[in-house]
């Protein structure tokens, strides 16, 4: 029993605080599959280390009355199943964060759910822990989401494994089921790169084998599941890797201090040492180290810093200070474990923004070299991801940035995903390798220029993308308006969907994934147009803005103009020149924008087309009126 507060002396509290900050911290995260007792077992072990306060305790026997699963019994689960959504349903959807201590031990502990759609919420708690604790049902053994949950930990870096057998108390006890599922695990992730996996029979319900050996399992050797988390080995792997400091601010508060703060991500630096900003190249040494409480000597992986430099070097946020004497690779291509987190599918050539440490770039997956069976382990061709999926992907990035293998940091080796229209963030990475590209290509410089060509033909080179559903009348009004140019003198080229679909792109069909596809190509030809200093006229349904924006980006600011032909679809519908309308509404042709797949209107176009409501001689001339006010025709 501890001694009371008010008989605390300075020195004792002083020596309380000393024995807490050395205590050494566990960052464990329990997964599985729905109703294996996840929460029950954390809410267990908070009770029976009598770490709960009195006025926790009285609201978690109120709340077992009103949403409790077990009877009159207290329902430990309600401990750290917060959400009121959580306690109707009885699950876990958002990860749970618990910290409790011990006389040996701190621990942070991840709550994560064991529903397939909340994958996502499970790899989150995994990214940071050490050890997972794998509960499986005992009257059900090894499931698939049991196999997911412990591949993904495999894959993020998890080498400390539990698996506890949960509700064995419903099994009798049995020694014969708790081996079968024992070894059957053992025998599944023989191949997963983990240093240790323990496999433990308990009950969270009851406690057998959570705090001490249970009497009950009188048949079972091995330790109590608090007494194996107590003891395992923690190795603080990060400070014996070699310095990574991902630069997260650029203090400057006033004009004689600029120094480079972020957390440092591995490896330790001291005033002296050489670093190397890794994506420029450029070194200097460390002048001081700087933190809120006064200079350090030698700071370590973990610890938020800012550094002073001697030199004046180009640094902002995203960059990344390295070791001089061990460097990380700096590529503009990678290849990487992706785990989809998003109901929209991963497509290659969509464009999305990647996020590595501090750092954002615009990327695209250039090819998914396989998907990955999380039963089998079996590699699948794949042209799309959906989500819970996982796979290994090529990345391509607009611009080169520093990086580790996530083996060998998996703070400088992750990434997340985030689609570029709604800033959500779709997907996780791990990074495998860089890739590089052949050392014999590069850009050759040419005497003849994009303006040197443009001059030749007297005219602004421009993109007039026309994009519309079927029937809008895209390709009718980009016909007119290009003879109108040509009458003019112009120098035009003009891009058909149907007619590119017989060449370039007759390998593409009408699925999601090739649509993108299909809008890349065409959008990398408009550019090689541009360059050639034409007036390039593009008609294409391009029915996502992604696709749009991207084509956009590929050229100057003023070189692309967005027409939008807003035609109703009862107006575009009732044109149906080739029929196409009706075959989709009759389930004979899939993916057909408008009827099964959607059309996403563009916000800002540069200019809308009426099209349902005038004449196409009218609407022409619209555009014509467009060009001459932005002087790119006279």
Same mark, same amino acid.
């Given at each position: 029993?501890?001694?009371?507060?008010?008989?605390?002396?300075?020195?004792?509290?002083?020596?309380?605080?000393?024995?807490?900050?050395?205590?050494?911290?566990?960052?464990?995260?329990?997964?599985? !599959?729905?109703?294996?007792?996840?929460?029950?077992?954390?809410?267990?072990?908070?009770?029976?280390?009598?770490?709960?306060?009195?006025?926790?305790?009285?609201?978690?026997?109120?709340? !077992?009355?009103?949403?409790?699963?077990?009877? +009159?019994?207290? &329902?430990?689960?309600?401990?750290?199943?917060?959400?009121?959504?959580?306690? #109707?349903?009885?699950?876990?959807?958002?990860?749970?964060?618990?910290?409790?201590?011990?006389?040996?031990?701190?621990?942070? *502990?991840?709550?994560?759910?064991?529903?397939?759609?909340?994958?996502?919420?499970?790899?989150?708690? %995994?990214?940071?822990?050490?050890?997972?604790? $794998?509960?499986?049902?005992?009257?059900?053994?090894?499931?698939?989401?049991?196999?997911?949950?412990?591949?993904?930990?495999?894959?993020?870096?998890?080498?400390?494994?539990?698996?506890?057998?949960?509700?064995?108390?419903?099994?009798?006890?049995?020694?014969?089921?708790?081996?079968?599922?024992?070894?059957?695990?053992?025998?599944?992730?023989?191949?997963?790169?983990?240093?240790?996996?323990?496999?433990? =029979?308990?009950?969270?319900?009851?406690?057998?084998?959570?705090?001490?050996?249970?009497?009950?399992?009188?048949?079972?050797?091995?330790?109590?599941?608090?007494?194996?988390?107590?003891?395992?080995?923690?190795?603080? #792997?990060?400070?014996?890797? =070699?310095?990574?400091?991902?630069?997260?601010?650029?203090?400057? =508060?006033?004009?004689?201090?600029?120094?480079?703060?972020?957390?440092?991500?591995?490896?330790?630096?001291?005033?002296?040492?050489?670093?190397?900003?890794?994506?420029?190249?450029?070194?200097?040494? *460390?002048?001081?180290?700087?933190?809120?409480?006064?200079?350090?000597?030698?700071? *370590?992986?973990?610890?938020?810093?800012?550094?002073?430099?001697?030199?004046?070097?180009?640094?902002?946020?995203?960059?990344?200070?390295? %070791?001089?004497?061990?460097?990380? +690779?700096?590529?503009?291509?990678?290849?990487?474990?992706?785990?989809?987190?998003?109901?929209?599918?991963?497509?290659? @050539?969509?464009?999305?923004?990647?996020?590595?440490?501090?750092?954002?770039?615009?990327?695209?997956?250039?090819?998914?070299?396989?998907?990955?069976?999380?039963?089998?382990?079996?590699?699948?061709?794949?042209? /799309?991801?959906?989500?819970?999926?996982?796979?290994?992907?090529?990345?391509? $990035?607009?611009?080169?940035?520093?990086?580790?293998?996530?083996?060998?940091?998996? #703070?400088?080796?992750?990434?997340?995903?985030?689609?570029?229209?709604?800033?959500?963030?779709?997907?996780?990475?791990?990074?495998?390798?860089?890739?590089?590209? %052949?050392?014999?290509?590069?850009?050759?410089? $040419?005497?003849?220029?994009?303006?040197?060509?443009?001059?030749?033909?007297?005219?602004?080179? *421009?993109?007039?993308?026309?994009?519309?559903? !079927? @029937?809008?009348?895209?390709?009718?009004?980009?016909?007119?308006?290009?003879?109108?140019?040509?009458?003019?003198?112009?120098?035009?080229?003009?891009?058909?969907?149907?007619?590119?679909?017989?060449?370039?792109?007759?390998?593409?069909?009408?699925?999601?994934?090739?649509?993108?596809?299909?809008?890349?190509?065409?959008?990398?030809?408009?550019?090689?147009?541009?360059?050639?200093?034409?007036?390039?006229?593009?008609?294409?349904?391009?029915?996502?803005?992604?696709?749009?924006?991207?084509?956009?980006?590929?050229?100057?600011?003023? /070189?692309?103009?967005?027409?939008?032909?807003?035609?109703?679809?009862?107006?575009?519908?009732?044109?149906?020149?080739?029929?196409?309308?009706?075959?989709?509404?009759?389930?004979?042709?899939?993916?057909?924008?408008?009827? &099964?797949?959607?059309?996403?209107?563009?916000?800002?176009?540069?200019?809308? $087309?009426?099209?349902?409501?005038?004449?196409?001689? &009218?609407?022409?001339?619209?555009?014509?009126?467009?060009?001459?006010?932005?002087?790119?025709?006279?």
């Amino acid at each position: 029993m501890s001694e009371p507060a008010e008989n605390l002396s300075a020195q004792d509290l002083i020596d309380y605080l000393a024995q807490q900050e050395n205590k050494t911290l566990l960052r464990f995260l329990t997964c599985g !599959s729905v109703d294996d007792g996840k929460s029950t077992l954390i809410g267990r072990l908070l009770y029976d280390t009598k770490l709960l306060f009195d006025d926790q305790l009285a609201t978690l026997e109120r709340d !077992s009355k009103k949403h409790g699963t077990v009877g +009159e019994d207290i &329902d430990f689960a309600l401990l750290v199943d917060g959400l009121e959504a959580e306690r #109707e349903q009885g699950i876990t959807i958002d990860v749970a964060y618990r910290f409790f201590t011990t006389d040996k031990r701190k621990f942070i *502990v991840a709550d994560t759910p064991g529903h397939e759609q909340y994958t996502r919420n499970m790899a989150t708690g %995994a990214s940071t822990a050490d050890l997972a604790i $794998l509960l499986v049902d005992a009257r059900k053994g090894i499931l698939t989401q049991t196999r997911r949950h412990a591949f993904i930990a495999s894959l993020l870096g998890i080498r400390q494994i539990v698996v506890a057998v949960n509700k064995i108390d419903l099994m009798d006890f049995s020694k014969d089921v708790f081996e079968t599922i024992r070894d059957d695990f053992t025998e599944f992730a023989r191949d997963f790169g983990f240093k240790q996996i323990v496999a433990i =029979p308990l009950s969270a319900r009851f406690g057998d084998n959570v705090i001490t050996r249970s009497e009950r399992t009188p048949w079972y050797h091995g330790p109590a599941l608090l007494d194996h988390l107590e003891t395992v080995e923690v190795e603080d #792997e990060q400070r014996a890797k =070699p310095f990574r400091l991902p630069v997260q601010w650029v203090n400057r =508060p006033n004009l004689d201090f600029r120094g480079f703060s972020g957390t440092i991500a591995g490896g330790s630096v001291r005033p002296g040492d050489r670093i190397v900003v890794a994506a420029s190249g450029r070194t200097s040494t *460390v002048s001081r180290i700087v933190t809120a409480d006064g200079d350090l000597d030698v700071a *370590v992986a973990g610890d938020a810093v800012t550094l002073t430099l001697a030199d004046e070097v180009d640094i902002s946020r995203g960059d990344l200070l390295v %070791a001089a004497t061990d460097q990380p +690779e700096v590529a503009d291509q990678f290849a990487a474990h992706v785990i989809w987190m998003s109901e929209d599918h991963l497509l290659p @050539g969509r464009p999305y923004l990647v996020k590595l440490g501090a750092k954002t770039v615009t990327a695209q997956v250039t090819e998914i070299k396989h998907k990955i069976d999380v039963n089998t382990l079996d590699h699948l061709a794949a042209k /799309e991801l959906a989500l819970n999926e996982v796979a290994v992907c090529n990345f391509s $990035l607009s611009q080169p940035v520093g990086f580790d293998a996530y083996a060998a940091n998996r #703070e400088t080796g992750a990434f997340i995903i985030i689609d570029r229209l709604t800033n959500a963030t779709v997907g996780a990475g791990m990074i495998m390798f860089g890739l590089r590209r %052949a050392t014999n290509i590069h850009l050759q410089a $040419l005497d003849v220029n994009k303006s040197a060509r443009a001059n030749l033909k007297g005219q602004k080179p *421009v993109i007039l993308w026309f994009t519309g559903l !079927s @029937g809008a009348g895209k390709s009718t009004i980009a016909n007119i308006v290009e003879k109108r140019l040509l009458a003019e003198g112009r120098h035009t080229y003009m891009l058909d969907g149907d007619n590119v679909r017989h060449g370039l792109n007759r390998d593409l069909g009408f699925t999601e994934g090739d649509r993108v596809e299909n809008i890349r190509r065409v959008a990398e030809v408009s550019k090689l147009m541009i360059d050639a200093g034409l007036i390039v006229l593009v008609s294409f349904i391009s029915p996502f803005r992604a696709e749009r924006r991207m084509a956009r980006e590929l050229v100057e600011s003023d /070189e692309f103009i967005e027409v939008f032909c807003d035609t109703p679809l009862d107006v575009a519908e009732s044109r149906d020149p080739k029929g196409l309308y009706k075959k989709a509404r009759a389930g004979q042709i899939k993916n057909f924008t408008g009827i &099964d797949s959607p059309y996403e209107r563009p916000e800002n176009p540069e200019i809308r $087309l009426e099209s349902g409501a005038k004449s196409v001689e &009218d609407l022409a001339e619209e555009v014509i009126s467009l060009l001459r006010g932005r002087g790119i025709i006279a």
